[in-house]
């Protein structure tokens, strides 16, 4: 009776630890999601009160080694200039130590080059990287920093600020990105990247989207697993 006792326990304990695991890994995103969405939309604000940052800065406009405007060096820049007052980091990442983020197989990895890396205090990386032709700002979140290869929309999430000056839209708010406007379908497809909606480097910027349409909570139905 014993041993059947201990088989019934351990067959139930291989049922509900995954589970458990799962929903303890959803709280963690879930939460570091919010504290990081709450932390970078104040700093944004302040930055815009105290500098009317209605601006990419003329000292870079010149810039020779970007790629459509997108720079390393801009990015440390901007960020360690305007950003940092604001946000507290407790590390800081070189330019040659970039997070290698890669799709739901851990194939298709990529390391993006304009992003300059930061920790934050909660143990998350935000990777930081402003477009200085037309003032736009992308944000990574790596909820996971310590692994060698990061998943998207598992590890690392991405946030955006569609502004661009070029248009007189001169926008700083971390809001709702425009491309979460398309079908659900369409949003969970790009998430997992079948390499026909979207860039390797924008897949976190599409699972984001499915979380804060949800009420930033992942969804039941959320394409990657945990």
């Known amino acids: 009776e014993v041993l059947i006792t201990l088989g019934i326990i351990g067959v139930v304990a291989a049922l509900t630890i995954p589970t458990l695991v799962s929903k303890y890994q959803k709280l963690v995103i879930e939460n570091k999601l919010k504290v990081a969405y709450s932390t970078i939309s104040n700093a944004l604000q302040i930055v815009n ?32 200039e305007y950003f940092r007052p604001n946000i507290k980091v407790i590390k800081e990442y070189s330019e040659i130590d970039r997070f290698e983020v890669c799709n739901i197989n851990r194939e298709n990895c990529y390391k993006n080059p304009s992003y300059k890396c930061y920790i934050l205090p909660n143990n998350t990386g935000l990777c930081f990287a402003m477009n200085y032709q037309t003032g736009k700002i992308a944000i990574q979140i790596v909820v996971s920093p310590q692994k060698e290869k990061l998943i998207a929309g598992k590890d690392v999430f991405g946030f955006s600020v569609d502004r661009n000056i070029t248009q007189n839209n001169y926008n700083m708010n971390i809001a709702k990105n425009s491309i979460c406007n398309n ?18 480097s924008d897949r976190e910027f599409w699972c984001t989207c499915l979380i804060f349409n949800n009420g930033w909570q992942i969804p039941k139905d959320y394409p990657i697993k945990f």
């Open 183 to 200: 079908t659900e379908e369409y949003i969970k497809n790009a998430c997992i990247n079948s390499n026909v909606f979207t860039d390797d």
């Open 49 to 80: 009160y105290q500098n009317d940052f209605a601006f990419a800065p003329n000292e870079l406009s010149n810039n020779t080694g970007s790629i459509n405007g997108w720079d390393f060096s801009v990015s440390e820049l901007v960020f360690n």
